[in-house]
């Protein structure tokens, strides 16, 4: 079965510092997605990042991009030049085009300092 | 707007009651979802289906009831056999077309056994 894991429940990062946040998966499937969602306090699912496993270029948008290492079945977060509206719960996720279940990890919350 | 709505936002239910959480989308989607967030739990799995008339058990399974009888909508009934019901409960919807593969949410139902 597919696993997705977040081994770091709290991180915190100074403003315009530079942070990453660590995920790993497990799956046996050639054909998959990742994710980061941010959700922040009003509790809606932001998407903030999306990963197609065929592709070998990381995912970049704005200020967030990932570290996709394929072969270590790692998918890490970096938020560079860090915002206090960055604050939030980060959720990696995983689904793939055999069942579309989407597979959460625990979640990071991620405090940003003045 | 195209988006996902879940309604109410808060439910207070006396033990012993069945309750129903609605989530109805207009984005078109195939496939919906329901989720339950506990506090470092993530998101977990309860049921999902990828068309009208059909849905699957998730990983939570025991305790709850959905119904799909209309794309649009997916309701899902926390029975008086759900043991420890108070949660924050989460919709979504995916499109099961192949290289579009991101779930939206709504904005989750908080709901309280008193």
């Known amino acids: 079965a597919q696993t997705v894991t977040q081994s770091q429940p709290e991180m915190s990062v100074q403003e315009a510092e530079t942070v990453t946040l660590s995920c790993t998966y497990d799956?046996?499937?050639?054909?998959?997605?990742l994710f980061w969602y941010k959700q922040p306090p009003s509790r809606q699912m932001i998407l903030v990042i999306r990963?197609?496993?065929?592709?070998?270029q990381n995912a970049t948008e704005n200020r967030f991009s990932v570290n996709f290492q394929k072969a270590a079945k790692s998918f890490s977060l970096k938020i560079s030049d860090s915002q206090l509206g960055d604050a939030a719960m980060y959720f990696c996720?995983?689904?793939?085009?055999?069942?579309?279940?989407?597979?959460f990890g625990t979640g990071t919350r991620l405090k940003v300092l003045a | 707007d195209g988006g996902i709505t879940q309604s109410p936002k808060y439910l207070f239910r006396k033990e012993g009651q069945n309750v129903t959480l609605s989530c109805e989308q207009n984005?078109?989607?195939?496939?919906m979802y329901w989720y339950r967030q506990d506090p470092g739990q993530g998101l977990r799995l309860i049921y999902y289906?990828?068309?009208?008339?059909?849905?699957q058990k998730g990983d939570i399974a025991e305790g709850y009831s959905v119904s799909r009888e209309k794309k649009e909508s997916f309701p899902l009934t926390v029975t008086s056999a759900q043991k420890n019901p108070t949660a924050f409960y989460l919709c979504?919807?995916?499109?099961?077309?192949?290289?579009?593969?991101?779930?939206?949410f709504g904005q989750g139902t908080r709901l309280t056994v008193v």
């Open positions: 990963q197609e496993a065929y592709k070998q």
């Open positions: 979504a919807s995916s499109t099961t077309r192949l290289g579009t593969a991101e779930a939206f």
């Open positions: 289906s990828q068309i009208v008339n059909d849905f």
């Open positions: 996720a995983y689904t793939d085009s055999g069942t579309y279940k989407y597979i």
């Open positions: 984005l078109n989607h195939d496939a």
């Open positions: 799956t046996s499937e050639s054909d998959y997605y």
